[in-house]
């Protein structure tokens, strides 16, 4: 298995980047070769601190980086030498089976769907999240890269989703919602309203709307909605639950008796931050792309990238993208052979 | 001052209610009148249980209750003698200043609309609902009425977020922002980017767009959405917060010594549950309909009835409605001078 690493787009800069990878190598055997892009000098710098001498691993100089700043329209035409550009590079010549990067969302993204297109019947990439909940896992997508959605679209991450949540979370019939303002089946925008009756039709285990109230309540695994909602709900939650921290800690220290109480407790508080850590998955895969493509978070240290990577290769090695493109042709299929349905009962 | 409570929409029955009743009674002598909307026979049952005589109660009998299960539009053709109907006709005929109900939302709404009419220069009524943070508390609006927004609908949710943060919240220039997927100026859906363009011209301390990452980090104050965002960032608040509760719960009853810590620091948890009590508000007013009206949580018990009560009265005493016509005014004026400068411009 091979594997593209963007490693100049994080805050912390290529070197916990490159300690990251260093662990993910010594932990699998099954990658066979490691690409790190971006500038020579300091990946040679970065490899030598973390005294990583791999024969896996292989530099790809780029000269240019995409920050946070770029327009990522911009950045397509004007940094064809950026690092995330040549990572993608690789995976669209055959050469790696997935690329990771922790750069700006919207340049991965455009990069990514203008290099290696998305999977046979799928219109748009769809970014999924791994949200923790008391009782299970859910995957919230579309989290941020597809703003104006239309109703197909969220059909399409349905199936997606679905895929993902069997393949790399392990639930064997994942119950697939539709996020609205109510869950009952006339509930919704316009654009829910249609794709409701899309979900309907086909070959999951779809549980109708679901509404916020139903997320951290083991009532979903897979959550669809347009982007521009998604990323709301995911960045609503990172802000809740820092908040909720914060109240807590605030309280805990107010007095020596809570104190002591929070002293003899920190390990269950230890136990909540470890369960709503983001690096546990350490990135949230692009969906529906003719390739493996994995974002960090930007402030993704070691462990966080290790986590990726492993999650990268579970990915390659489960054959989502084959998988995906299998229940897509099936979804649509179904979809097909309904509206005849429909045509003919109307001719009839 | 008169109120109008319509005390058969929850789900504990409507003694909480008059529990609720009584206890505003005593805390609030400039409270003149308060009709208890609802089956006579159960009220005055509920009255003796209470033991509240009080010569300000009046009872205004109506035959039917809208449930959960009514659909808002068939109510409104086949319950006219429902309690919410009574309770807002008292508010139409004059005899009332306000009403409070615990009853389905999109019933009271649509009943609201219909018999009060939306304020001169408002185009929908919207749901405000107070959110506690660490530092602040914001309003989240519009958190469920409209669903289908239009730009000028939150440019209007502005203008009265803006107003209430000030007038009932007392934050004296109210930060206001409307929710988008970045910060940035050019970041947003169809409907976000053209409302932005709008609240830049008006006279308010508008800070631009905000992120689901701004809400719990006081940077803003009020949040500004359509309906169907709103209402799945409330329950998505809602339902995490209990998640987290739940996993804090069963991490600190894991071993002995956690308990101890637990059993040490429970004042701390207390004040945080009390800190984000939705009873603390009792409820969420209807923003923008000529009269005061407020949705109150159908599972409210007495103190949340108090307060919403104590809320509602803090409206009417505050003129809520003259200031939000007013502003809405200044708004609209504001907007129309910018438009004739635009084509002034273009002709010159």
Request: aromatic fraction near 4%; charge should be negative.
């Given at each position: 298995m091979r594997i593209a690493v963007?490693?100049?787009?994080?805050?912390?800069?290529c070197g916990v980047v490159i300690e990251g990878v260093k662990r993910a190598l010594e932990a699998d055997d099954k990658i066979t070769a490691l690409y790190l892009s971006g500038k020579q000098e300091e990946i040679q710098d970065a490899l030598q601190k973390a005294q990583l001498s791999d024969s896996r691993v292989q530099i790809v100089h780029a000269s240019e980086v995409m920050t946070m700043e770029d327009k990522p329209t911009v950045a397509l035409r004007k940094?064809?030498?950026?690092s995330i550009a040549r990572a993608i590079d690789l995976v669209e010549q055959g050469k790696a089976d997935a690329v990771i990067s922790l750069g700006n969302t919207g340049g991965i993204l455009t990069f990514a769907t203008f290099k290696?297109?998305?999977?046979?019947?799928?219109d748009r990439a769809g970014i999924a999240t791994v949200i923790p909940a008391p009782d299970n896992e859910f995957v919230l997508?579309?989290?941020?890269?597809?703003?104006?959605?239309?109703p197909l679209h969220l059909l399409q991450y349905a199936v997606m989703g679905s895929v993902y949540s069997r393949e790399i979370?392990?639930?064997?019939?994942p119950r697939v919602g539709l996020l609205s303002v109510?869950?009952?089946?006339?509930?919704?925008?316009e654009l829910t309203l249609e794709a409701f009756k899309l979900c309907k039709?086909?070959?999951?285990?779809f549980v109708g709307n679901v509404e916020g109230h139903d997320l951290f309540a083991n009532h979903v695994d897979v959550v669809i909605c347009d982007g521009f909602v998604g990323n709301i709900v995911l960045k609503t939650c990172e802000s809740l639950a820092m908040g909720m921290f914060e109240m807590l800690k605030r309280e805990l220290i107010r007095n020596p008796k809570r104190q002591l109480g929070a002293y003899l407790a920190q390990n269950a508080f230890r136990a909540i931050k470890r369960r709503m850590?983001?690096?546990?998955?350490?990135g949230a895969p692009l969906l529906g792309l003719n390739g493996i493509v994995m974002k960090s978070h930007g402030s993704a240290k070691e462990r966080s990238i290790m986590n990726a990577i492993r999650i990268t290769t579970e990915s390659v090695h489960n054959q989502i993208n084959q998988t995906i493109c299998t229940e897509i042709q099936r979804a649509n299929e179904r979809l097909a052979a309904t509206k005849s349905d429909v045509i003919s009962s109307a001719q009839a």
């Open positions: 963007d490693v100049m787009g994080g805050d912390h800069g940094k064809k030498d950026s290696l297109r998305t999977l046979p019947g799928v997508l579309d989290s941020g890269a597809n703003i104006e959605c239309k979370l392990g639930y064997k019939k109510g869950t009952e089946d006339g509930k919704g925008n039709q086909i070959d999951i285990n850590d983001p690096e546990i998955y350490g």
